[in-house]
């Protein structure tokens, strides 16, 4: 594992890694994309990739952040991995002592899945958190099956499990197996606004008339306002806790 400090070279690789594997319109997010730049330099050594030892290629990278917050779970429910974002910035401007790390982004290269690499991310998180003396580590979840049933209430989601007593989710399953609590869900934890010609650019598709419309890529569907030119995009998260 190579932190963005030990190598700041990785930090535009690693965008990239994310950008590539991410639906088109979350790489568009007029909320998050602007920050990378600012969070990468403010956060360098919470930020890490696993290399391939011959290649030198990323395999699977991941980017965490430093909270201020210290409060009740409970208040987590009505944030989001926007909030996470913001407010790990908002904290670090203003000087403000971080006690919770979060994590920010995952992701495992297509070329170097099923190697075991989504546990390492995890595992690698849970171990920054320990090395700079944090009082917990969370995580707010892009469930990673969802997007295959969006008209599905992530509260029920969430709640899905195999015959094995494992969550349904891959992505929740993995960091059920490595002691996670699974808190809550959060129903805005990603909110996208932008005109119908940007998400017709972004999906492919038309939108004749209001209402709601199931999206490529999309966990919910997209609500669109005709007459305002707005399509509306809110996510959910489902927020876990990992003991330090």
């Known amino acids: ?6 190598n700041p070279s990785l930090g535009p690789q690693i965008l990239e890694l994310f950008q590539a594997g991410w639906t088109r ?3 568009e997010d007029p909320v998050s994309w602007p920050l990378w730049p600012e969070i990468l330099k403010a956060f ?3 930020h890490f990739a696993f290399l391939d030892p011959d290649s030198g290629r990323i395999m699977a990278a991941g980017m965490t952040v430093p ?3 210290n409060g009740e779970y409970s208040e987590l429910l009505t944030r989001g991995w926007h909030w996470v974002l913001q407010q790990s910035l908002d904290d670090f401007r203003n000087g403000r002592k971080p006690y919770t790390l979060s994590a ?3 992701v495992v290269h297509p070329d170097f899945r099923g190697r075991g690499l989504a546990e390492r991310l995890v595992f690698a998180m849970k171990e920054i958190a320990r090395t700079h003396g944090f009082q917990r580590y969370i995580a707010p979840l892009r469930p990673t099956q969802k997007e295959q049933y969006p008209l599905t209430p992530i509260e029920r989601y969430a709640e899905w499990t195999r015959d094995d007593g494992l969550p349904f989710d891959a992505w929740l399953r993995v960091q059920k197996r490595l002691g996670a609590k699974i808190l809550g869900t959060a129903r805005n934890s990603i909110r ?3 005109t119908l010609d940007q998400w017709r650019e972004w999906t ?9 419309y199931v999206i490529p890529g999309g966990a919910v569907p997209l609500e669109v306002c005709v007459e305002k030119n707005l399509g509306t995009y809110t996510a959910p998260s489902i927020w876990v806790a990992h003991e330090v």
């Open 1 to 6: 594992m190579q932190t963005t400090a030990q």
């Open 25 to 27: 319109f979350l790489v």
């Open 44 to 46: 360098p050594d919470f």
């Open 67 to 69: 909270l201020a917050w």
């Open 104 to 106: 920010a982004n995952a």
């Open 192 to 194: 996208i606004e932008a």
């Open 204 to 212: 492919g598709l038309v939108f004749p008339d209001s209402g709601p």
